[in-house]
């Protein structure tokens, strides 16, 4: 790495450092799906005896809310005051993701209580041998969730409020698992007024529904993702690719999350920036779009460029990769003293 470029990242991670300390209390709309995500820790000594599977004995069990609730969770971590829409089951779980909001002060009178739905939920089962492995891993995966989505009206009144939102807002964020908390009508209008109004739009979409992220600020693809779509359109390489969906939805800038192998934003001019990952112990890769969402709002919402905003981003990521399981949304203190460290060993590294 050339001096230059060595002395522009070091200035790049001060300004971002200073962001951190600056957030007051800027407003951001965030709208999607959201999802209760539970975790049972333990022992799996033994297999067993009627079917090749192990038997785990839970030891704790731990819950978060996932998904949108995730990036309203992180956003409120940085100092931001998350109007957050989105809708959840008349359950337990429903009632649990509203009360875990509420006491890190989040505002969940935008939260839409659907009778009789389910509240989509993640179980995940982790577990090791006792006495011999520290480190636990995950064994299965359990998703329990709403036979149908919620109905088109509830659809239309959660974007309908997120639109009065924007008012006063630094930045849209749509974080789509379709589900069916927001559709393409309500996607499109909500991005065209956050352009009206000048604000950035950054977009975490399903392959399934890129359509809704059309005209969007950023995009948050991972790497299998792009991959994938790159077979089906018979294109040469990854860039060629981005620069293919940059063109057909009109996006601005796309940003491919690789977890160990790190980041790559793609823009719209053609030039294209790859984020080595910096992480000394990478564990797990739970919610990692959800930390890059946070950390593009945050900057692009406080008028940072897309290459500073991508480091944010990058930061982010690596802090969740070092995470321990139920505890990976953006941490404020966690990402300012990593932020501290990545300088500190970019001016070593320069010596």
């Not at 956050?194 to 790497?223: Q, Y």
Request: proline residues 3%; negative net charge.
């Amino acid at each position: 790495m050339s001096d230059g470029v060595a002395q522009n990242r070091v200035d790049c991670l001060k300004r971002l450092r200073l962001l951190l300390d600056d957030i007051d209390g800027s407003k951001v709309t965030l709208i999607g799906d959201t999802m209760l995500d539970r975790y049972h820790h333990g022992f799996a000594n033994n297999l067993n005896s009627t079917a090749p599977v192990p038997v785990m004995k839970v030891i704790r069990t731990e819950e978060s809310p996932g998904a949108s609730a995730h990036i309203a969770l992180g956003l409120n971590s940085l100092g931001m005051d998350v109007r957050f829409h989105c809708c959840i089951g008349d359950d337990s779980e429903g009632s649990n993701i509203s009360k875990m909001l509420s006491d890190e002060g989040i505002s969940t009178e935008q939260i839409e209580i659907v009778r009789s739905m389910k509240t989509l939920t993640k179980i995940r089962f982790y577990g090791s041998r006792e006495s011999l492995l520290e480190k636990s891993q995950i064994l299965l995966q359990v998703d329990r969730g709403p036979l149908n989505p919620p109905s088109p009206e509830i659809s239309e009144a959660l974007a309908t409020s997120a639109l009065e939102s924007l008012k006063n807002s630094c930045a849209l964020v749509i974080s789509d698992y379709d589900k069916g908390v927001i559709d393409e009508v309500g996607s499109h209008l909500l991005i065209r007024e956050a352009h009206k109004i000048g604000i950035p739009v950054i977009v975490d979409p399903k392959l399934t529904g890129l359509e809704k992220s059309r005209n969007a600020t950023v995009v948050l693809f991972e790497i299998r993702g792009l991959e994938l779509l790159r077979r089906r359109s018979m294109l040469t390489d990854s860039r060629e690719t981005a620069a293919h969906l940059i063109d057909s939805y009109g996006w601005d800038s796309l940003v491919v999350l690789g977890g160990v192998n790190g980041l790559t934003l793609y823009q719209s001019d053609g030039s294209v920036v790859f984020f080595p990952c910096m992480s000394p112990a990478p564990e797990q890769q739970i919610g990692l779009h959800d930390a890059a969402a946070t950390a593009l709002a945050a900057a692009l919402g406080h008028g940072y460029s897309m290459t500073d905003a991508t480091t944010l981003a990058a930061a982010a990521c690596e802090c969740v990769l070092t995470a321990e399981s139920s505890h990976e949304f953006v941490d404020k203190d966690t990402l300012g003293l990593w932020l501290d460290e990545l300088s500190w060993q970019m001016q070593i590294s320069e010596r």
